[in-house]
């Protein structure tokens, strides 16, 4: 009986033939037997998975671009410089044309600018040639019963405007009491001039905000009552305007018109530029034309001779902005265009020389049951994944390009749908383009093939 018992003892000590132990894989094994082992183990437990076939591609791409960490980041770059181009670009271009938008806006949509040059009334020309504006031409215009407030503009430039041991070189501008309106610019400190100012010629002027932290704030002084001295003359400084920010705006000194007229300047006829406005916006294109008569008789210019005046309205303007900004948007967006392109073939070179690489991995999965169309997927998210990539890091940090620009010039930050979607779209399409040659290149290896030539 007990002889018995201990086979039995002996047939339950052994170990369970499903445990039994594997044989030992030589050292001389290449280490990427080992690697195909794992990434076969892996896709047989991907196989097993609830996972779409886009979820297991999107993970395939992403560790086959975190496997080669230098080569994907240098393929990832010129995407991601052209990405920040085209977005900096966008956002600056966006600024720019909110910024002079509302620069002629802010004239109202009423004003019409009138100055000396041969062109015709809707033409850009500002040549200076031929004969220039009077303050004749500026009494004659503003008698039109269609304009309801009008200006001149004499204009001083090239001297130094002084406060005690403080410099600094600006311009000054003679204009009319209703250019504040005009213009709308508001006071930070003091008061507009006015009629008797101007009909005195008194020697008071109104500073902007950069003549005012260059000369008053630095001895912490507050301007209103102070004199400060331009081209000998001393004036009083009245007001303090708020800051408008960008191309120098606040660089300026106003005065009244007769001012500069009288007292800074040598010439007190010749007109730099006249602007007006019109009661309604509806007489807008019957007031140039009346203007353009009465200039014609001024000027003694018979019929069929060229203007030597040009006219704009403020939609003109707008289309002049439009036009610039269009042409800016168009030459950095092709610069940026050949970054991209340039970008996208690398993304191809790379992605062939991966599929050369891996051609025993495709193999091995056509045997296995890929389809083509699988094979093609996998490499085409890969270049995706590559560009987006590239497209999300170019997006950052064209945002940050593209704000400091904007900040620089005192454009606005103008940030729209377009700058987040554009980025995405621009990286896909260069992915799915320049993608789809290697993707379709890996599909359509021969298993059998792919499998003799990796040996």
């Known amino acids: 009986m007990s002889a018995s018992v201990q086979p039995h003892a002996r047939q339950q000590a052994a170990p369970p033939a499903t445990l039994t132990a594997l044989p030992a894989v030589p050292e001389s094994v290449p280490q990427q037997d080992f690697a195909m082992e794992n990434m076969l183990q892996e896709f047989r ?91 004749e031409d500026y009494q004659a215009v503003t008698r039109l019963p269609s304009i309801s407030a009008s200006s001149p503009i004499f204009s001083s430039s090239g001297g130094q405007a002084v406060y005690q041991k403080q410099n600094w070189k600006t311009r000054v501008s003679g204009v009319s009491p209703d250019y504040e309106n005009m213009a709308s610019w508001d006071m930070a400190q003091g008061l507009w001039f006015n009629e008797g100012d101007n009909a005195s010629a008194r020697p008071v002027v109104v500073i902007g905000d950069t003549v005012y932290q260059n000369l008053f704030v630095p001895l912490n002084i507050n301007p209103i009552g102070q004199s400060i001295t331009y081209r000998g003359q001393p004036l009083k400084v009245i007001g303090v305007l708020a800051p408008k920010g960008g191309f120098n705006l606040d660089d300026v000194i106003f005065t009244p018109y007769n001012t500069v007229r009288y007292r800074l300047s040598n010439n007190p006829t010749n007109v730099d530029e006249i602007i007006v406005q019109t009661t309604t916006s509806d007489s807008v294109n019957q007031t140039v034309r009346a203007i353009q008569r009465v200039l014609e008789h001024t000027h003694h210019i018979a019929k069929g001779i060229p203007d030597d005046f040009t006219i704009t309205t403020a939609d003109q303007l707008l289309q002049q902005v439009q036009q610039g900004t269009s042409m800016m948007t168009t030459l950095l967006v092709g610069i940026a265009a050949i970054s991209l392109t340039v970008g996208g073939i690398g993304v191809m070179n790379i992605m062939i020389v991966s599929v050369t690489e891996r051609t025993r991995e495709i193999g091995i999965r056509m045997s296995m049951g890929a389809k083509r169309s699988d094979i093609r997927s996998q490499f085409l998210m890969e270049a995706l994944v590559l560009c987006i990539v590239g497209g999300i890091l170019g997006l950052l940090v064209g945002l940050a390009a593209g704000y400091k620009a904007a900040t620089s010039f005192s454009f606005p930050f103008v940030i729209t749908p377009t700058t987040f979607i554009l980025p995405f779209a621009v990286s896909s399409t260069i992915g799915l383009v320049f993608g789809l040659i290697p993707a379709i290149r890996a599909s359509r290896l021969d298993p059998i093939m792919a499998l003799r030539r990796a040996k």
């Open 45 to 135: 437990l991907r196989k097993a998975r609830p996972i779409s076939r886009t979820g297991a591609n999107f993970t395939n791409a992403i560790e086959a671009v975190s496997a080669n960490k230098t080569r994907s980041l240098l393929t990832m770059l010129a995407i991601f410089i052209g990405v920040a181009a085209v977005v900096a670009v966008f956002i600056l271009t966006q600024g720019a044309t909110a910024y002079f938008t509302n620069q002629i806006l802010s004239q109202g949509a009423t004003s019409i600018t009138i100055d000396a040059g041969i062109g015709r009334t809707r033409g850009p020309s500002r040549r200076t040639t031929g004969r220039q504006l009077s303050f």
